[in-house]
């Protein structure tokens, strides 16, 4: 019985301490850390990485977890292609997005739609980490071991409808992103984990097609 | 009197019309003695289940594809999410045999008659318990007719493995929409369709287990 209170209260501190790990960055860590990852985002032209995604609600007893490879190519070329559990694959180019469902291909233009603009670009900045745009949105910076947080709150009414807010994380060394996590709301969250990243790779623009 | 007669024959040439539609639903099948009084659904039951189903749907020509969500939150009631490849949420419904409340639902998809549709299509995807009234066979199935409102629920069991095949959902005269089912257990739906006969509309469900 005093093992498992012990236990308990283990957990208990050990949970506190987690949270402790995130701590507010002083002016002088978020100068220099924006300039370690703008410094990185400059020199990606291309990278490609593998991702697994999990999708959380609240009300469910398992994440949703798909997987699959992300193409970046600069300054706005973006593929994503899952793998597992199902074939399907999203590019977005010069103002269109291709879908290739499981073979069946479509087309859809956001030209014209500035929410689709503007998630791609959020996209884009997401993965190359540069999206440090005091305009658009309001940031919080965090240190945690070995990695480093930011928090984007939208400004825009429209934009904040879809995310509530975006986090990333960082690893410290690097300085490029490690994991994008989109919330909805409180409970519901896209958490998509970046590994195997591969920067500057020769990549051709074909690949960027359905 | 003869005015009277060609207005008696365009009656009975319109009565024989709507006679021989009426019969339409049931024609095609063999009446036959009731041999159970409910039936109850085994998909979509369990509560501990989250089922996950990749999701293509296409309404006049257009397709949208996405996630699906089910899930049983009590015993009455199931929680429905709909979202994109990246996880957006679109759609977030709860529903029940008499309750249906939008928890959230993007604002391009707001439109009261794709919810009115929706909720019919979800409400007998997930309803568990038939009460059965007459009964029928065709040469592979059993057929149990299940009143609902002024509509009627028609539920095939396949005769050779006793699996549930469809549910066609129909007025006296017409067949609405039929849901098609393919489950290798008869405990779990891998596929599922949902086709509408008389709009444009059809959904397709592909079971994925999250790896």
Redesign the interface.
């Known amino acids: 019985m005093q093992t498992k209170i012990y236990l308990f209260l283990f957990l208990i501190i050990s949970g506190f301490n987690l949270s402790a790990q995130e701590q507010k960055m002083t002016d002088a860590e978020i100068a220099s850390f924006k300039q370690d990852v703008n410094v990185v985002a400059k020199k990606i032209k291309t990278l490609t990485t593998d991702f697994v ?1 999990y ?1 959380h ?1 609240d ?9 699959g490879k992300m193409v970046f190519k600069e300054p706005a070329l973006l593929q ?1 292609q ?1 793998k ?3 074939n ?1 694959s ?1 590019t977005f180019k010069n103002g269109k997005i291709l ?1 290739n ?1 499981e073979g ?1 291909k ?1 087309a859809v233009d956001i030209g014209n739609s500035k929410i689709f603009a503007r998630i791609n670009k959020l996209i884009v900045g997401s993965v190359s980490g540069n999206m440090f745009d005091d305009k658009e949105f309001a940031i919080s910076y965090f240190k945690l071991k070995g990695q480093n947080l930011a928090k984007f709150i939208p400004k825009d009414a429209t934009l904040k ?3 509530k807010q975006i986090e990333l994380t960082f690893d410290k060394e690097e300085a490029t992103v490690v994991q994008v996590k ?1 919330l ?1 709301s409180s409970e ?1 969250y ?1 958490r998509i984990v970046l590994k195997n990243k591969v920067i500057n790779a020769k990549i051709d623009d074909s690949v960027f097609t359905n | 009197m003869q005015k009277s007669t060609i207005q008696f024959l365009l009656i009975n040439c319109f009565l024989a019309i709507v006679l021989i539609s009426c019969g339409s639903v049931t024609k095609k099948y063999t009446p036959k003695k009731l041999d159970k009084t409910s039936y109850t659904v085994p998909y979509f039951s369990d509560s501990k289940t989250d089922y996950v189903y990749k999701t293509n749907i296409s309404v006049y020509g257009n397709e949208l594809s996405g996630i699906f969500i089910a899930k049983k939150i009590n015993d009455t009631t199931h929680r429905i999410v709909f979202t994109t490849e990246f996880g957006n949420k679109l759609m977030d419904f709860e529903i029940s045999d008499t309750d249906f409340k939008v928890n959230s639902i993007v604002s391009e998809l707001d439109r009261k008659i794709l919810i009115n549709t929706l909720k019919e299509d979800f409400r007998l995807l997930l309803k568990k318990e038939y009460l059965i009234q007459e009964q029928f066979e065709n040469e592979s199935d059993d057929i149990y007719k299940s009143a609902d409102g002024k509509r009627d629920n028609y539920i095939f069991i396949s005769k050779k493995d006793q699996i549930l095949e469809k549910i066609v959902h129909a007025s006296q005269t017409k067949e609405k929409f039929t849901l098609f089912f393919s489950s290798e257990n008869n405990i779990f739906a891998e596929k599922i369709q949902i086709i509408h006969q008389n709009i444009k509309l059809k959904i397709e469900l592909n079971y994925f287990k999250s790896e």
């Open positions: 995604q999708k609600l009300f469910l007893s398992k994440d949703i977890e798909t997987s994503w899952y597992k559990p199902y399907y999203i879908i469902d069946k479509s409808k879809y995310i989109l909805e519901d896209t």
